[in-house]
């Protein structure tokens, strides 16, 4: 069964940073690619980046030059580095492997203006 357990999120104001981890278990991590997503209050679901096994990356417009997703998959951990953040960022952030139906909890990011 996979398990996903992020952490790292809080409040914190504009142009702030803050940095994601993301515990997985119950999968191979090393083969599968991860992502970030998020979901504000009232809308769906957004993808935000992926990282492949080799390290390959892609970000959604709408943080690229802000966000950086890493991963160690000797850790079964992926990241998501968040850096000149906007209150438009407040969500609930979640990672995933692209395609999955199972989340996780997921962690609250407040940013204030």
């Known amino acids: 069964q996979v398990q996903l357990v992020e952490s790292g999120g809080g409040l914190v104001q504009a142009g702030g940073s803050l940095r994601l981890s993301c515990a997985a278990s119950g999968i191979i991590f090393r083969i599968n690619a991860m992502g970030w997503y998020r979901q504000a209050p009232g809308k769906q679901r957004e993808f935000l980046a992926v990282?492949?096994?080799?390290?390959?990356?892609n970000y959604a417009d709408s943080v690229k030059g802000r966000f950086t997703i890493s991963r160690d998959s000797a850790k079964n951990t992926v990241w998501l580095q968040m850096n000149s953040l906007k209150p438009d960022d407040t969500a609930v952030y979640y990672c995933n492997v692209p395609g999955a139906s199972d989340w996780g909890q997921g962690t609250q990011v407040t940013v204030s203006s």
């Open positions: 990282i492949s096994p080799g390290g390959n990356t």
